[in-house]
């Protein structure tokens, strides 16, 4: 049985690709020493020597690395950290797997374009807003150079179910209205939203593959953030009076925002097995 790690084991993806990918592979999760997820390895991205001491006792045959900082505004406010765990941390990775003949999959962003032209296709240029953009585009390069049998796949925000019940698109809303906070969501900034689970079943069944180079994972429908809101409390029955439209204008934003990072997921199709599904039928998997 091949080993696989996983980093961010404890995180709102990290912990599906866990999950799901036990029977099939021999599975190590990786995740921070804070995490209380049970059952993964807690070793902290920032701490090199202990991350590559690891990797090298588990030899694995590939590496999800899921895990990163990707709060856009903690790391404006933490760059040398955010330096250091999202593109240090992943240099060294991809050096360890060349070496130890290994495959490495690259979790990367949408918000690594500029946003002015949407559905983009995996040769389109890049231009990062933000220091966690310009980590990830970094994070990008050096796995490209560092291990030329990798995969860089860049995702985006996902549905689903985290361990903490605060990750996901959904559960960050949950929390806010149960807060009794109004939620203001943009009319004019688009993505295209994707279920965490299908997507570790996607990224499951590449690891299994020998892609390389560059893939767009996300759903198949663009909608702004305000569609995508009011879509997810209809499903839910939120008071929909609490989710109001805004415009980008009217924010304050902070690091800046691409308006449009849809991407064009032509090439997962061909390539894939698994079947991207809509939001719809994510949230109708989830329940209420």
């Known amino acids: 049985m091949k080993r696989l790690l996983v980093t961010g084991a404890g995180g709102l993806l990290g912990s599906h690709l866990v999950r799901l990918a036990r029977g099939t592979f021999h599975v190590l999760g990786l995740h921070s020493p804070r995490s209380r997820t049970a059952n993964v390895a807690k070793v902290d991205l920032g701490d090199l020597p202990l991350l590559e001491q690891t990797v090298r006792e588990f030899a694995p045959h590939v590496v999800i690395h899921a895990g990163a900082m990707t709060t856009p505004v903690e790391c404006e406010e933490k760059p040398d950290l955010a330096t250091r765990v999202n593109v240090d941390a992943t240099r060294r990775l991809a ?11 690259l979790l990367s962003t949408d918000l690594v374009f500029d946003g002015e032209k949407g559905m983009y296709c995996e040769e389109d240029a890049v231009g990062p807003l933000s220091h966690y953009a310009r980590t990830k585009v970094e994070a990008e390069r050096a796995t490209l150079d560092l291990a030329p ?30 807060r009794g906070e109004t939620i203001r969501l943009f009319t004019d900034e688009f993505r295209a939203l994707i279920g965490v689970e299908n997507l570790a ?20 429908e663009r909608r702004s953030r305000h569609e ?31 308006p ?12 894939l097995k698994t079947r991207i599904q809509t939001i719809e039928e994510v949230l109708r998997d989830l329940g209420r």
Not at 212 to 217: D, F, Q, R
């Open 260 to 271: 449009d990072v849809s991407l064009d997921i032509s090439k997962a199709r061909r390539i």
């Open 95 to 105: 050096a360890l797997v060349r070496e130890l003949d290994a495959r490495l999959l």
């Open 228 to 258: 995508w809101g009011m879509l997810i409390a209809r499903h839910f029955g939120w008071d929909l009076s609490r989710i109001q439209p805004v415009t980008r204008a009217e924010m304050k934003l902070f690091p800046p925002r691409p």
């Open 201 to 220: 079943e996607a990224l499951l069944e590449l690891a299994e593959e020998y892609e390389t180079g560059i893939l767009h994972l996300c759903g198949p």
């Open 149 to 178: 049998n990798s995969l860089i796949v860049r995702v985006t925000l996902m549905v689903g179910t985290s361990p903490n019940g605060g990750r996901s698109v959904n559960e960050v809303m949950q929390r806010a209205l149960e």
